[in-house]
C-alpha cells in the first residue's frame, strides 16, 4: 500500500528549515528516502530499518518512529541544491517479495 | 559497471509496435527492479528480479508487458502492442540484495514516446 507524503509541496527561501513526512497504515521495516532532481533520476539518501533510528546526510537528516508507521525527513540550512522532488519508499514486514513502494513525491523548490 | 545503465535514453514508437528497454545492473547486484514514472507522478512498481527470477510481478499493468533477467546481469523489459498510455519514464533500479541496506541505485531512465 502506497506512502503518504506531506506536503505535497513546499518552497524554502535559502536558511529556511524544512520537514517532510511519509506515513504508511502498515508497520514498517525500512523507510528509504531519495532525491530526484529534474529531469534525473533518483538518488539514494539514507534507509532507517530500526524504530526510532535517525540518520544523517550531511545537513539532511531523518527519523523513524515505528510505532506511528511513519518517518519524517528534516533538511536544516536549505541550500538551492535541495532543491528537487523527495520520495519516501517503505518496506512493510508483510510486504512478502514486494520491493519498496514509493509515496507520490514532495516537491521542494529553495529560493535565493 | 560503475552505475545502472540503461538505453535507448529516449525512445519513439508507433502505437502498436512493440519496444524492448534494457537494464544493465551495477556489477554484483543480484536484485533489479524496473518502475513507471509518469509526468509528474511517482514511481510506480513494475517488477523485482532477485537473481534471474521474477518473484514478484504484481506490478506489470497488463500481459503486453513482460520482463526478463539473464546471467544474474541484464534485464530487458518488453511492452507489446504499444498504447499512448504507456508513454512515461521507465526506471531500472538495482541493489546489493532484496533487504540492501545500501539503498536502490537508479539508472536514468529510458524516456518512452508513443505516437
Known amino acids: 500500500q502506497q506512502p503518504v507524503q506531506s506536503p505535497q509541496a513546499v518552497i524554502l527561501r535559502e536558511g529556511e528549515d524544512a520537514v517532510i513526512n511519509c506515513s504508511s497504515s502498515?508497520?514498517?521495516?525500512?523507510v528509504h528516502w531519495y532525491r530526484q532532481k529534474h529531469g534525473e533520476a533518483p538518488v539514494f539518501l539514507m534507509i532507517?530499518?530500526?524504530?526510532?533510528e535517525q540518520k544523517g546526510h550531511d545537513k539532511i537528516s531523518a527519523s523513524f518512529n515505528e510505532k506511528k508507521q511513519q518517518s519524517s525527513l528534516y533538511l536544516t540550512a536549505s541550500q538551492l541544491s535541495y532543491s528537487g522532488t523527495y520520495f519516501c519508499?517503505?518496506?512493510?514486514?508483510?510486504?512478502?517479495?514486494?520491493?519498496?513502494?514509493f509515496g507520490k513525491g514532495t516537491r521542494l523548490s529553495v529560493i535565493a | 559497471g560503475a552505475g545502472v545503465s540503461q538505453s535507448p535514453s529516449n525512445k519513439v514508437t508507433e502505437k502498436g509496435k512493440d519496444v524492448e528497454l534494457r537494464c544493465d545492473p551495477i556489477?554484483?547486484?543480484?536484485?533489479l527492479y524496473w518502475y513507471r514514472q509518469r509526468l509528474g507522478q511517482g514511481l510506480e512498481f513494475l517488477i523485482y528480479?532477485?537473481?534471474?527470477?521474477?518473484p514478484d510481478k504484481s506490478g506489470l499493468p497488463s500481459d503486453r508487458f513482460s520482463a526478463e533477467r539473464t546471467g544474474e546481469s541484464v534485464s530487458t523489459l518488453t511492452i507489446q502492442r504499444t498504447q499512448q498510455e504507456d508513454s512515461a519514464v521507465y526506471l531500472c533500479?538495482?541493489?546489493?540484495?532484496?533487504w540492501g541496506a545500501g539503498g536502490y541505485t537508479f539508472g536514468s531512465g529510458t524516456r518512452l514516446t508513443v505516437v
Open positions: 519508499g517503505t518496506e512493510p514486514f508483510d510486504s512478502g517479495d514486494t520491493p519498496l513502494v
Open positions: 502498515k508497520a514498517l521495516y525500512s
Open positions: 556489477s554484483g547486484h543480484t536484485a
Open positions: 532507517l530499518l530500526k524504530g526510532g
Open positions: 533500479a538495482s541493489s546489493l540484495g532484496r
Open positions: 528480479f532477485q537473481g534471474n527470477s521474477a
